[in-house]
């Protein structure tokens, strides 16, 4: 779990879930895998495109130079062109209640 403190709010809670098919992501202890934000008062918060995977290439990052958090995951998206299964993009996620754009 990674406690993500926000601006003028109680902190947000990442959690990486223990099951089996996170463990392809990241050993035991790693913040990788699948994983649920949960606000302060237990409120299960949304995740853009329920892309709730970090994956080996993603990161739990810093921004907006402060304590603030945002999971920057790689994304593939496919629009039935691409034969690898998706073009890899990556997203930054603010960790916040309701998301803004960075």
């Given amino acids: 779990m990674i406690v993500a403190p926000q601006r003028h709010e109680p902190p947000i809670f990442v959690v990486f879930l223990a099951e089996k098919w996170s463990a392809n992501f990241a050993k ?8 649920v934000l949960f606000a302060s008062d237990g409120a299960v918060l949304p995740v853009f495109w329920n892309a709730n995977v ?8 810093r ?9 920057a ?6 629009d039935g062109r691409f034969a690898s299964g998706g073009l890899p993009t990556r997203h930054i996620i603010p960790v ?3 998301p803004t754009p960075s």
């Fill in 96 to 98: 916040e209640r309701i």
């Fill in 28 to 35: 035991e202890g790693v913040p990788k895998g699948h994983f």
């Fill in 54 to 61: 970090l994956g080996e290439a993603g990161d739990v990052i």
């Fill in 73 to 78: 995951l790689i994304v593939p998206v496919d």
């Fill in 63 to 71: 921004y907006a130079g402060d304590d603030r958090l945002a999971l």
